[in-house]
């Protein structure tokens, strides 16, 4: 990928993939210093017909910055092209990012949007979506809340009315393990 170089030349942490074997092609996001602020960008790779991307997935504006934030990004990426980038952002509401990614181009269909039902201290995100073809894809999103609770939502992409929707937030632990 990338003929051996970096898929940075900034400094760079937190990285996170997804990997789909339909067309052994993958996708990487990660926090990348930006001046003195970071954004969330992305690389996705095809090797079947050897089409590499690096783009922004999301940021926050340089007033509110990510210089002391660990945004710990992820990406979930579903048959259909659909991808879903999730991170943190400054007050630890969860931000995300929705696209068409079919390399070489991506299609946004929403960016830098805040989390339905996320307020602050709201952290580590995770993703999962299914790769195999079904009538529907559902992003499963799990997180953390302050120290001790975990949170799950699913969420899909609704075409005919070119919006999010959201499942009730279910709470699996709670302060109990």
Not at 20 to 37: C, H, I, P, S
Not at 70 to 89: D, H, I
Not at 104 to 125: A, G, I, M, V
Not at 126 to 136: Q, W
Request: glycine share 6%; proline share 6%; aromatic share 18%.
């Amino acid at each position: 990928m990338n003929d051996g170089k970096p898929l940075n030349t900034d400094e760079a942490k937190l990285p996170s993939m997804d990997y789909r074997a339909l067309d052994n092609a993958f996708v990487v996001v990660w926090q990348e210093k930006w001046g003195t602020d970071y954004k969330i960008r992305y690389a996705v790779y095809r090797p079947d017909n050897n089409t590499f991307r690096i783009d922004d997935a999301g940021w926050e504006p340089p007033s509110q910055g990510f210089s002391d934030l660990n945004a710990n990004p992820v990406v979930g990426w579903s048959y259909g092209n659909k991808a879903l980038f999730v991170w943190e952002g400054v007050t630890h509401q969860l931000y995300y990012s929705f696209c068409i990614l079919n390399p070489p181009s991506t299609h946004w269909l929403k960016r830098n949007e805040l989390l339905r039902r996320t307020s602050q201290d709201y952290y580590n995100p995770t993703i999962y979506v299914r790769k195999e073809y079904s009538s529907a894809f559902i992003f499963h999103l799990a997180w953390q809340y302050f120290e001790s609770d975990n949170y799950y939502q699913n969420i899909h992409w609704d075409e005919l009315h070119g919006r999010m929707v959201y499942s009730d937030l279910e709470y699996p632990s709670r302060n109990d393990g």
